[in-house]
């Protein structure tokens, strides 16, 4: 692992994605977006993805300059189209519209289509919360099936993420989470770095359970589980019905040919106090808190409200710099070089 400065890393990928034909504002939006990621720990969702992005940019599954486009208005109800953009942008945009309906209208409920990768959901939650609004979004996501369903032997579904976020001060309150036990990116971690998986996280292509994350990348590939079993599964459903059908966009036995990266999302955004003051939010979030961390530890690892771990991350990485694996570094600068910028490559090389 070298450790890699967070602001050197955004300057370097935003070079590549320059060089591959995106805008400079747009190249900075994507590169700081993905290495925040990182940052958050997500390593996931971060800086891995930019030759997959470049890939995808290059035979056309993703589209420099798209910006977000309002297909349905009815008012408080918005349907958009993201039109094989980056996520970055759609995602923002799309946010942008949603917060300034739900100011208007007490809560909006947004359909997004047809983006290509959103990548960390949890992005678009805290933007809505940084305006004060809580908001749950259910996102599915168009690539080749990845996770099987609950009761079944092969891959039918995505890594289907859910988010919920609620404003609170100083930090807001963040879920964001795949539905599948874990992210296919941490797959491709553990397989790069020929470690097995714990127990409990994958079938392989007969279904038998295994511990080899290369059956993922095998001809004949295996499958994730949900997490919590049939909850996973359930919710994982209902991320492709709300996120893949009511948002306008397409569940996942409806994707398209070759392997997309297409996330569709719908969004509920809200100002959170319309039934309570936001001083009694507020305090029940603190009491809460409060209560929870009280009970006897069963591990050093202490008790935290979803959205701590990241930022504990964020402020270790932020002071110490982004590990990166070799592998991983040798794919970036390969990635750059190929989009026509040595700037990755001179950083991580
Ligand atoms: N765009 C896509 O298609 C797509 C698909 C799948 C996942 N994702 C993203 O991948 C990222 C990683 O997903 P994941 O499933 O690996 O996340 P994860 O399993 O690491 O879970 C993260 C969530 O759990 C909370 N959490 C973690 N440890 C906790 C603890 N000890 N106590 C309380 N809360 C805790 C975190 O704050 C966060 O909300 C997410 O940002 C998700 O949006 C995106």
């Not at 805008?23 to 958050?40: F, G, K, M, P, Q």
């Not at 009970?295 to 990241?310: F, N, V």
Request: with cysteine; net charge negative.
């Amino acid at each position: 692992m070298i450790r890699v400065d967070a602001r050197k890393l955004t300057d370097a990928t935003a070079s590549a994605f320059l060089a591959a034909g995106c805008a400079r504002d747009e190249a900075a939006t994507i590169a700081s977006a993905l290495v925040e990621a990182n940052l958050y720990g997500h390593d996931s969702h971060g800086i891995g993805l930019v030759p997959h992005y470049l890939d995808d940019l290059r035979e056309g599954l993703a589209r420099a300059g798209a910006h977000v486009r309002v297909v349905r208005d009815d008012g408080a109800l918005v349907g958009m189209d993201g039109g094989k953009g980056f996520g970055q942008i759609v995602g923002e945009e799309a946010m942008d519209i949603a917060i300034d309906r739900a100011r208007a209208h007490g809560v909006c409920v947004a359909g997004v289509a047809n983006s290509h990768h959103l990548a960390r959901i949890g992005r678009w939650a805290e933007q809505c919360a940084e305006a004060g609004l809580a908001s749950v979004h259910f996102v599915n996501v168009l690539s080749r099936p990845l996770v099987a369903p609950w009761g079944g032997r092969d891959a039918r579904l995505s890594t289907d993420p859910f988010c919920v976020a609620v404003p609170h001060a100083p930090h807001p309150i963040v879920l964001d989470f795949a539905t599948s036990m874990i992210a296919f990116g941490k797959v491709e971690v553990a397989h790069a770095a020929g470690k097995p998986l714990a127990d409990g996280r994958l079938l392989d292509a007969e279904g038998n359970p295994t511990r080899d994350p290369g059956v993922m990348f095998a001809e004949r590939a295996g499958a994730l589980l949900s997490f919590g079993e049939h909850k996973g599964f359930a919710l994982a459903i209902m991320c492709e019905i709300l996120g893949g059908a009511l948002s306008g966009g397409r569940v996942q036995d409806r994707a398209p040919n070759p392997n997309p990266m297409i996330n569709n999302m719908l969004s509920i955004v809200f100002v959170p106090d319309r039934f309570a003051t936001r001083e009694s939010i507020a305090e029940q979030i603190e009491s809460l808190a409060s209560y929870v961390r009280a009970s006897p530890r069963r591990s050093d690892a202490g008790i935290m409200l979803p959205g701590e771990p990241e930022r504990a991350t964020a402020r270790d990485r932020t002071a110490n710099g982004i590990p990166l694996p070799p592998a991983t570094c040798a794919a970036l600068a390969d990635a750059g070089r190929r989009a026509g910028s040595d700037a990755l490559a001179r950083l991580l090389q």
